[in-house]
């Protein structure tokens, strides 16, 4: 039944994509080109992974604050390839209060000017540093072909700042926040991530060094899912951030800045879901097990509401479904289509019997248990459901990783999708001569010790070994 409401993933994977997002009642397409409302299954959702992600933050050591969402102009102009590399993206504000701003303030699309900025009045001696602030705000940027959660003019975001007395503590912390990506994603959102270094022409305009958690979705496309940038010195020379060290010298600090975004609920869409709908890992399921009450008698109501006292008992998040108005069928799709990891099903019947249904949402199965073991079965099943997402997210991404050692059966292996690990030079101009001959892009660099003596594009002496793919 569940089949007809979307569109098989193999038929039209994005249409089925378009679908989960609508049927799960996840999000819908803001009145302004490009803009999303996150509805409230959606928004519960990214609050889970919200409480998760700041709880992550704030134990290394970084502290919440808010920044204004209009800055002006001229602060993105003081870092050359930061304004260069943002400019086609901005929204721009040049009149307010029906008068000519004397100075355009751009929308807010990441905040390292106005941190910098702050960071130079706030930064005056060695015993001030490091200094970790992070941000939970919404961003604008300027799509040109916007997709709800992967690509949206404004969207929802987490944008970490820090600045350290050395480049190498700028180094460590841009690792430690790659690292706490990685286990965030592999332990809260079941996904299974590589980690790597972007190459320069994926590069954050105006960092050193940019590192990336790069997912692999069900249709074969690459999906960056979180970044985390060393800046150098390179703010703190454009906003003058300068502090005292131990010898009374004047040094320039060092920067990093690193974000996830809603995209994140994008990236679990596509790895988790199938032609039934959401399959939510339990740690962000707002309900993780719900009731289905199948009929109006008082002993099922009683039944179902023993279970569910029980399963919050034990710091389960269960809900009651007790619409018996709505047929048990409609019920039952409604919450596939959902992703709840597990059901309950409550009957007279059941009753009689002594024993509960219990579905799987990850697999399907459905398995007996005692009236006054349900509870415990149940919850039981939560850890096992995030371990087995895990697991296979893990190998389809190994599955559809191949290696590959010229152009031609590169250019062949992307079409057909999937991730694929080749030698590079890194020389200039190869990374636009294999998006002219692929389509694709290098995902990340994986390690300097080359696969093979010679460059997939180019054929020169290679450098690095790659991740290459199509993205979102």
């Given at each position: 039944m569940a089949k007809a409401v979307l569109t098989p993933q193999a038929e039209n994977f994005p249409a089925w994509y378009q679908d989960v997002v609508a049927r799960a009642e996840l999000a819908e397409n803001g009145p302004a080109r490009g803009t999303m409302v996150i509805r409230p299954w959606g928004y519960a959702i990214w609050e889970l992974m919200q409480a998760d992600m700041d709880r992550r933050i704030k134990a290394t050591g970084a502290q919440n604050v808010a920044f204004p969402m209009f800055i002006p102009m001229s602060f993105l102009e003081k870092e050359k390839e930061h304004v260069e590399g943002f400019s086609p993206e901005l929204a721009v504000v040049t009149h307010g209060g029906g008068q000519e701003l004397t100075e355009p303030l751009v929308v807010r699309p990441t905040s390292e000017t106005v941190i910098n900025h702050y960071f130079a009045r706030w930064v005056q001696s060695h015993r001030d540093l490091p200094m970790m602030l992070n941000l939970w705000n919404n961003v604008v940027?300027?799509?040109?072909?916007?997709?709800?959660?992967?690509?949206?003019?404004?969207?929802?975001?987490?944008?970490?700042?820090?600045?350290?007395?050395?480049?190498?503590?700028?180094?460590?912390?841009?690792?430690?926040?790659?690292?706490?990506?990685?286990?965030?994603?592999?332990?809260?959102?079941a996904i299974s991530v590589v980690v790597?270094?972007?190459?320069?022409?994926?590069?954050?305009?105006?960092?050193?060094?940019?590192?990336?958690?790069?997912?692999?979705?069900?249709?074969?496309k690459a999906l960056q899912m979180g970044t985390s940038h060393n800046l150098g010195h390179n703010f703190a020379r454009a906003f003058d951030i300068r502090y005292l060290d131990a010898d009374g010298e004047r040094r320039h600090a060092a920067t990093t800045s690193w974000g996830t975004s809603t995209r994140m609920i994008g990236g679990m869409i596509m790895v988790h879901g199938d032609d039934h709908g959401l399959r939510l890992p339990p740690a962000i399921a707002p309900h993780q097990v719900v009731v289905l009450q199948l009929g109006d008698e008082?002993?099922?109501?009683?039944?179902?509401?023993?279970?569910?006292?029980?399963?919050?008992g034990a710091g389960v998040r269960v809900h009651v479904d007790a619409r018996t108005h709505t047929s048990f069928g409609r019920r039952s799709v409604d919450w596939e289509l959902k992703?709840?990891?597990?059901?309950?099903?409550?009957?007279?019947?059941?009753?009689?019997?002594?024993?509960?249904?219990?579905?799987?949402?990850?697999?399907?199965?459905?398995?007996?248990a005692p009236l006054d073991g349900a509870a415990r079965a149940a919850a039981g099943l939560l850890d096992e459901i995030q371990a087995a997402l895990l697991a296979q997210s893990r190998a389809f991404r190994e599955e559809h990783t191949h290696p590959v050692t010229d152009l031609a059966a590169l250019t062949d292996g992307v079409r057909r999708g999937g991730l694929f690990r080749a030698a590079w030079s890194g020389a200039e101009g190869s990374e636009e001569a294999l998006g002219a001959a692929t389509g694709a892009t290098i995902r990340c660099i994986v390690d300097d010790d080359p696969p093979a003596p010679a460059c997939v594009v180019t054929g020169e002496p290679a450098r690095y070994t790659v991740l290459i793919g199509r993205a979102y």
């Open positions: 940027r300027w799509e040109l072909r916007p997709r709800l959660f992967l690509r949206t003019t404004e969207f929802l975001w987490q944008e970490g700042h820090t600045v350290h007395p050395t480049y190498a503590e700028a180094v460590e912390e841009t690792a430690r926040m790659l690292e706490v990506y990685r286990r965030f994603m592999a332990e809260t959102l790597g270094e972007k190459s320069p022409g994926e590069r954050f305009a105006g960092a050193d060094h940019t590192f990336t958690c790069e997912a692999l979705m069900r249709d074969g008082d002993e099922v109501a009683a039944a179902a509401g023993r279970i569910a006292a029980e399963l919050r992703g709840v990891p597990v059901r309950i099903e409550l009957g007279a019947r059941e009753l009689a019997a002594g024993r509960a249904t219990i579905v799987r949402r990850d697999d399907r199965s459905r398995t007996g």
